[in-house]
Structure formats: C-alpha cells, structure tokens
C-alpha cells in the first residue's frame, strides 16, 4: 500500500519561503508521476505542480507559474515543492499525489494515492 506523507508548512510572511516535501512509501517511487495540490478553504482542489515520472518533464498552474519549482529525488522517494514570493492567495493545505500515469496531469481522478496535507499560510 502506497502511503504519503507531506512536512514544510507553516506560517509565512508575503514574499517569503517555504519548502514542501513529500516522501512515498510502500512501492517504488520511480513507478509514478507526481503532483502537488492545494485547497483553499470553501474551494475546490486544484492543481499546483506536477512531475512525470521520469523527472524529465514538469507543469505548473498559470498562478505559480515562476514562484514555485516542483522537483523529485528518487533515492529519497520524495518529490519536493520549492515557494517563493509566497503571496497571501497561496495560502491552503498542500497535498502531494501519486499517479501511475506517466505523463503529468492535472486532474485530481488522474491520481490515486493522496497524501494527508499540509497547512500552508501566508500573512500580508
């Protein structure tokens, strides 16, 4: 059974920092894409960032678009999200997700095994 399990959230001030990682359990890491969600409260899960599974290809959500860096270590199994220039509207929890799909996608059927979240918060 494939388990998640996000760290990095916080607390953070308008232009600042945080990185997300997410580390994938209980099968082998290079057999999935990943991807990383967020969910506003009262708003629906949306896609982030995404990584296919060989690493070599990766997509962003228009909105982090040059703020965020999404990355993978297979050694580690675990996929990373890099966030700059946090901006208040980023605020939310963050879930990682693994499809076996090789390619990324964006929608949330497309992937099977979420993580449990992490709370994301970004003060003006």
């Known amino acids: 059974q494939v388990q998640l399990v996000e760290s990095g959230g916080g607390l953070v001030q308008a232009g600042g920092s945080l990185r997300l990682s997410c580390v994938l359990s209980g099968r082998t890491f290079s057999m999935y894409s990943m991807g990383w969600f967020r969910q506003a409260p009262e708003k629906e899960r949306e896609f982030v960032a995404g990584?296919?599974?060989?690493?070599?290809?990766?997509e962003y959500a228009d909105s982090v678009k040059g703020r965020f860096t999404i990355s993978a270590d297979n050694a580690k199994n675990s996929v990373y999200l890099q966030m700059n220039n946090l901006k208040p509207e980023d605020t939310a929890v963050y879930f990682c997700?693994?499809?076996?799909?090789?390619?990324?996608?964006?929608?949330?059927?497309?992937?099977?095994?979420w993580g449990q979240g992490t709370q994301v918060t970004v003060s003006s």
């Open positions: 990584i296919s599974r060989s690493g070599e290809s990766t």
């Open positions: 997700a693994a499809s076996s799909w090789t390619a990324v996608f964006r929608m949330t059927g497309d992937y099977t095994y």
